[in-house]
């Protein structure tokens, strides 16, 4: 079955430490996403890619990396630069760029500090 | 500028009583609207989606949503909930204008026995 997969599922950060969140779907959809989900807030965009080897900064990219080498793959690097990276991450694809199709989300990365 | 405002945070209810979860957006242009279902520590799936045509729109485990221009308003409801219904519901809203989506603060819903 097509889908997106994150992994791990939960993850723990030491000071000054980067991690990195994967993605990865096989719906071969275009546009990928990245959210972080805090308690009460909804869904906050971090980065977005509408193509390979091109993505753009969202609402909330301080402390934050991306890359899209391949169609299917979708990293986020969470730097050492972000001071509060306690969340739980949600990776999402959708079809095209176009405004009118809906996203489809991997289960979810949980961060915590150590 | 968009926005998405779910009028209640947290919905009790009991299992088999009618449902409504309330949305409002703000758009200046032409929009499209969405609801998502979380369960806990899953990512969102898509409840129903309105895009054009029929305001009513049916989607998934007996949901519906209608889409009012005049209010600027995209209702959830349901006429019997059911304990597997406890779930965060998210309305969101892209708009004519721009690609992203952006999406209220939720609506956590919890169905009583």
């Known amino acids: 079955d097509g889908g997106i997969t994150q992994s791990p599922k939960y993850l ?12 990865e779907q096989n719906l071969n959809h275009d546009a990928m996403y990245w959210y972080r989900q805090d308690p009460g807030q909804g869904l906050r965009l971090i980065y977005y890619s509408h193509i390979v080897n091109d993505f753009q900064k969202g609402d909330i990219a301080e402390g934050y990396s991306v ?21 739980f991450y949600l990776c999402a694809s959708s079809k095209s760029t176009e405004n009118n199709q809906p996203q489809h989300f991997g289960d979810g990365t949980r961060l915590s500090i150590l | 500028a968009q926005s998405v405002t779910q009028l209640d945070s947290q919905v009790p209810v009991f299992e088999e009583a009618p449902v ?15 609801w998502y ?15 054009s045509g029929s305001t009513l729109v049916k989607g998934i485990n ?14 959830l409801r349901k006429p019997s909930v059911h304990i597997s219904d406890t779930a965060e ?25």
């Not at chain 1, 899209?68 to 986020?76: A, N, T």
């Not at chain 2, 979860?21 to 499209?32: A, K, P, Q």
């Not at chain 2, 007996?62 to 209702?75: M, R, V, W």
């Open chain 2, 37 to 51: 279902v979380q369960y806990p520590n899953q990512g969102l799936q898509l409840l129903l989606k309105y895009l």
């Open chain 2, 20 to 34: 409504e979860l309330r949305c409002n957006y703000s758009s200046s242009v032409s929009v499209y609207l969405f």
């Open chain 1, 12 to 23: 723990f950060r030491k000071e000054g430490q980067n991690v990195t969140l994967s993605c």
């Open chain 1, 67 to 87: 890359s899209r080498e391949k169609k299917e793959s979708f990293p986020l690097t969470v730097t050492s630069a972000q001071k509060n990276p306690t969340a």
């Open chain 2, 89 to 113: 519901y998210f309305c969101a809203v892209t708009s004519g204008g721009g690609f992203k989506t952006i999406f209220g603060a939720g609506t956590r819903l919890f169905v009583k026995a």
């Open chain 2, 62 to 75: 007996g949901f519906e949503a209608e889409f009012n221009k005049s209010q600027t308003s995209f209702h």
